[in-house]
């Protein structure tokens, strides 16, 4: 029937269904026709399945991010709360997030929520997800601000110490660091050493600064001694960049100097032209 809706020509199916055969139809009272049956498109699995990944994906991934660091921020310090908040996150992903959640940890160091961090680092972790240097830098010096030392200390030697030939100096540094504010000047020697012993030489003079103050603070003078005759190029080089760059500060200030008193001789010139 043109123009009718469905349910309204199902109306009309019932009314002539019960009229048949009655030469005085009359129409059929209000409620009087069989039930219905409502049907929710929610309570169908696959149907549901299909809204919930639409759903996810109607929000952008910059909400996502807001959104979940948020969560994390107002959450109680409990491992439980944390890491549930992380699997019901994902669960809108067909893959991994790792980008979103490494902004996510970066969002969390910003406001200085060292402990969250670590949970979202470890929770990363624990799904053999982000298992990289920059991953573990990220947690060492997390563990460091949440006064957690030791526990660094535990991570390095499982995680990163076996592989002392080729770790990047920016964790190493980080390390050293760590050992060195801590006062746990025997672990820091150690590692140097052990890094001596693949021949690999500190980038930088604050590095072999933190190893010859430990190792008198140790009152191992004759390493000390060794140490800075070994690596005193290193100061060498770093004063020898250090007078350069004075020098041409120097330079460049005298030019600007030259500069701005031709400018104030030709003015005076001009000005004497013109009277």
């Given at each position: 029937m043109r123009g009718c809706s469905f349910?309204?020509?199902?109306?009309i199916k019932g009314?002539?269904?019960?009229?048949?055969?009655d030469s005085n139809p009359r129409p059929m009272a209000p409620g009087s026709g069989p039930p219905t049956t409502q049907v929710n498109p929610l309570s169908q699995p696959n149907v549901g399945g299909i809204l919930k990944h639409q759903i996810g994906q109607n929000v952008s991934r910059k909400d996502k991010v807001q959104f979940l660091v948020t969560t994390l921020i107002d959450l109680k310090d409990s491992k439980e709360a944390v890491y549930g908040t992380l699997d019901a996150w994902v669960a809108w992903e067909q893959k991994f997030p790792i980008g979103p959640l490494k902004n996510v940890i970066l969002a969390l160091e910003k406001e200085y929520q060292w402990h969250k961090v670590i949970q979202?680092?470890?929770w990363m972790l624990s799904k053999g997800q982000g298992n990289t240097m920059g991953t573990y830098v990220q947690l060492i010096r997390a563990l460091d601000m949440d006064n957690r030392a030791e526990e660094a200390h535990q991570f390095w030697v499982k995680k990163v110490s076996v592989d002392l030939h080729s770790v990047?100096?920016?964790l190493c540094r980080l390390m050293l660091s760590v050992y060195y504010r801590n006062n746990m000047l025997e672990n820091l020697v150690k590692l140097f050493k052990g890094l001596e012993a693949f021949d690999r030489k500190p980038p930088e003079k604050s590095i072999v600064q933190r190893v010859v103050d430990a190792y008198e603070m140790l009152g191992l003078l004759e390493e000390k001694e060794r140490v800075l005759e070994k690596y005193k190029d290193i100061y060498t080089k770093t004063q020898t960049g250090h007078k350069k760059s004075k020098e041409a500060s120097v330079k460049k200030k005298k030019k600007s100097e030259k500069r701005r008193q031709t400018s104030a001789s030709d003015s005076i010139v001009g000005t004497m032209d013109d009277t």
């Open positions: 349910a309204t020509y199902e109306g009314f002539h269904s019960s009229s048949h055969g979202v680092i470890k990047p100096w920016q």
